[in-house]
């Protein structure tokens, strides 16, 4: 069993920042690629960073330059740096980990957190 669990979501103003977490917990051998999507109400999710465990990483590009995915692999959290925030990155951000157990592997995702950019 494979837990995540997201944090630093919450209100802010446009051109703002935010810093979103995600803990990654339970029996875990191996963390691939750990990432985050976002999905604002009446869209489809939508990627938006990934980072692998060997330091690769992929942007979405309504957000390069401005979001800067992290992870710290000792302790299974990846880290999602926003800034210069724009109403349209409004959405509920999810944590995503392809890990690898003792017995399987898979995709694992958060619950979400809530981002909104707003004056």
């Known amino acids: 069993q494979v837990q995540l669990v997201e944090s630093g979501g919450g209100l802010v103003q446009p051109g703002g920042s935010l810093r979103l977490s995600c803990a990654a917990s339970?029996?875990?051998?191996?963390?691939?690629?750990m990432g985050w999507y976002r999905q604002a109400p009446g869209k489809e999710r939508e990627l938006v960073a990934t980072?692998?465990?060997?330091?690769?990483?992929n942007y979405s590009d309504s957000v390069k330059g401005r979001f800067t995915i992290s992870r710290d692999n000792a302790k299974n959290t990846v880290y999602l740096q926003m800034n210069s925030l724009k109403p349209e990155d409004t959405a509920v951000y999810y944590c995503?980990?392809?890990?690898?157990?003792?017995?399987?592997?898979?995709?694992?995702w958060g619950q979400g957190t809530q981002v909104t950019v707003s004056s």
């Open positions: 995503s980990a392809s890990v690898l157990t003792s017995s399987v592997s898979g995709d694992y």
């Open positions: 980072k692998t465990s060997a330091g690769s990483t």
């Open positions: 339970g029996s875990i051998f191996r963390i691939n690629v």
